[in-house]
């Protein structure tokens, strides 16, 4: 199915730097442009994008580049356009409030909640594990899709660690429901 100019399918993680794009939509700002779109959230990340794509459920997606590359080199029919975003993601990692862990020596050898193989905070938690001279061979995972399972995995104890963009978690650092340990 091939899309119309008039009418975009463009999607991106419910982040900060997809504000812009969720205020355009609600405002109607390109409605008597010579194209609109649809937005739509994609709390699962870059690789739910990626299947969108691939299934043509979608046009355009702003997604991490390291995602883009990797779905692209899988086979994904896609291309990469231009760069929306040039700074680096701030890392934090994450703990549970109730967690008893403040310092890296203490979350050696936990289980981190990710979202998916690949993604980006699967990736982190071996750039962690990295510089800390950890084996790679010790690290836990716990697929938990999205945030929310992301929230749901550390509240429960399926998962100690989660490590994602610090500005967009820190509503939930805020509110005493988790604490960052350190930044990445």
Not at 42 to 53: C, R, S, V, W
Not at 100 to 117: G, H, K, M, W
Not at 120 to 136: D, E, K, Y
Request: hydrophobic share 40%.
């Amino acid at each position: 199915m091939a899309f119309s100019p008039q009418n975009w399918r463009v999607g991106g993680v419910p982040e900060h730097f997809n504000y812009p794009w969720r205020l355009a939509q609600e405002n109607k700002l390109t409605a008597s442009q010579e194209f609109d779109f649809t937005w739509r959230d994609y709390p699962g990340g870059t690789g739910a994008m990626a299947l969108d794509l691939a299934e043509e459920k979608l046009d355009l997606a702003l997604m991490l580049t390291e995602g883009a590359v990797a779905a692209i080199a899988k086979g994904l029919p896609a291309k990469i356009i231009g760069v929306y975003v040039e700074s680096p993601l701030t890392w934090g990692i994450h703990t549970h409030a109730t967690a008893p862990y403040n310092s890296l020596d203490e979350v050696r050898q936990r289980t981190f909640a990710i979202s998916r193989p690949n993604s980006g905070s699967h990736l982190m938690a071996f750039v962690l594990a990295q510089t800390q001279q950890w084996p790679l061979t010790s690290l836990d995972f716990e697929v938990v899709g999205n945030f929310e399972g992301a929230r749901q995995a550390l509240a429960s104890g399926k998962a100690q660690l989660f490590m994602w963009e610090k500005y967009t978690t820190a509503p939930i650092v805020r509110t005493g429901e988790w604490k960052e340990s350190v930044n990445v």
